[in-house]
Structure formats: C-alpha cells, structure tokens
C-alpha cells in the first residue's frame, strides 16, 4: 500500500521561467524526506509556458499538476493548492527558488520535536544568475515587534501545520493584500497568538535580482503600508512611535530601483 504524503508543497506558477522551474522541482526531488507530494498550480499561464509546466510536472508521481483557465493571483492558487492537499504538513515552495536537501525533513523533525511552534521557516542565501551573492539572517523567535521593518518569515522557506492554515482559512484573496499575501497572513496568524520558529542555518536559496525590485510597484507600496497599518493595530503595536515604519514602504519606494538593489546588495553581502 502506497504511504500517505506527510507533507503537501504548494506553488503556484504564472508563465515561470523554465530553467528556474526545473531546477526549483529538481531540489524537491533531490529532498531527503520522501513522504511528500508538490501541488503545483499552473495560474493561467501561456500556451507555450502550459506545455513546459506540464512536462516538468510529468518529471515524478508526486506531483500533482492543476491548471487554472485564468489568472487569479497567487493567494487563490495556494489555497487551491490547500484545499487538494492530503499532507499533515503544509510546504510552501516558489517556482524560482532552491530548496537545501535537508530541508523537508529538518523542518519536519523539527516540528514534530516543538510543539509550541505552527510553522518553522529558515534563513536563506541569497542568488541571482550569477550564483549565491548574499545571506539573509531572519530572527529565530520572531515578536509582534519583528513585523516593524519587515515580515520576519522568507515565505518560501515555511513549513506549516497544516491545521493552523485551515483553521485560519488560508490566505487572503482580498485585492488590498494583493502580492502581500504572506505578509497578512504571518501578521494574522501572530494577532491570534500562535507563533513560528526560523531555523538558524540556510534551508532555502532565495533568488533575489534587479528585476524582484522592479516588481514592486508603488501602488504595491500604497498597499503594503495600507495592510501595516491594519496589521500594527491588530498586533496592539500601532503607537506613535511606529508610525514611521506604516510610512516605510512609501520611503522605500521613493528611492528609485537601481539604488534600492545596489543598498541591499551592500546590506547582505556584509553577512557572507
């Protein structure tokens, strides 16, 4: 008899580069813990992205291919992905991204050794196309007051309980959480008092380039310091003295992408 998946791994992918898809499946594959099954949700993309999406599902049994005739943003497709999941443990993965080997079963041994913990997620290195450039340290026991600057979980880097996910039902499809998604969900999740733990070593190569910065919109920003607001309120840490990191995102945004990209390069390239 064929054993249950443990741990359920959802992506949603929209017209994803072909190389960067195949190497982020390939790092699944190579993945110590073999209990797993990778729901990859193919959100509306191009016919020519559809036939190479398919052809890297088709690479093992474990992987489950569901396609979407539109477009409906990443939040849906996770909770898509959520909704066909059969695992205990809920693995969230990007389409660009690589996972260390280890990674399933360390965060799983972990979670199952902490109970006090719903999600574990990691620290990252940091790459382009020109190989790892960076290490992105995260706290291990991140507080209300961690969301100040940013969200101190690298999204795909988190494996969760799946419960918790559920309970909480998923992630927001609200169009002011748009591409902020794991942000409200992180600061949610945090406001109704359950907590995560970062892994105090790299189980994730997170790619970050020129063009992940060109992405964030200014309307995106408007959006994000919108959901801070909401999100500070919620974990009782909105006071006057906060105030400026609601604004950050509009600061942030005002600095035009080149200078953005060469100061965090500055920034992590220090913690090599």
């Not at 072909?18 to 797993?36: D, M, N, V």
């Not at 477009?71 to 695992?87: H, I, K, Q």
């Not at 999740?189 to 907590?195: E, S």
């Not at 189980?203 to 200014?218: F, G, M, N, Q």
Request: charged residues 30%.
């Amino acid at each position: 008899m064929e054993e249950k998946p443990e741990i359920s791994i959802i992506m949603g992918v929209f017209n994803p580069d072909k190389t960067h898809l195949f190497c982020a499946l390939a790092s699944i594959l190579r993945q110590t813990f073999g209990r797993w099954e990778l729901l990859l949700y193919d959100d509306g993309s191009e016919k020519a992205a559809v036939r190479y999406i398919r052809g890297a599902a088709s690479q093992d049994r474990r992987i489950v291919y569901i396609r979407s005739a539109e477009n409906r943003g990443l939040a849906y497709a996770l909770n898509a992905c959520l909704e066909r999941a059969s695992g205990r443990y809920i693995a969230r993965m990007d389409g660009d991204d690589i996972s260390r080997r280890s990674r399933l079963e360390e965060q799983y041994a972990f979670l199952r050794a902490h109970p006090q913990f719903q999600w574990a997620g990691s620290n990252a290195e940091l790459f382009d196309t020109q190989g790892v450039w960076g290490y992105q340290k995260m706290p291990e026991v991140p507080t209300k007051r961690d969301f100040l600057f940013n969200s101190p979980y690298i999204h795909p880097s988190v494996l969760f309980r799946r419960e918790v996910l559920v309970e909480n039902g998923g992630y927001s499809v609200a169009s002011r959480d748009r591409q902020l998604e794991d942000y409200e969900l992180f600061m949610r999740l945090h406001a109704r008092g359950y907590r995560g733990c970062n892994l105090q070593k790299p189980l994730l190569r997170y790619r970050e380039d020129y063009a992940s910065h060109r992405k964030r919109t200014y309307r995106r920003r408007i959006r994000e310091m919108r959901l801070r607001r909401r999100g500070f309120a919620a974990l009782g840490i909105l006071r006057g003295r906060t105030l400026p990191y609601v604004f950050k995102p509009l600061l942030v945004g005002a600095i035009p992408a080149p200078v953005h990209h060469y100061i965090r390069r500055r920034k992590y390239q220090r913690k090599l």
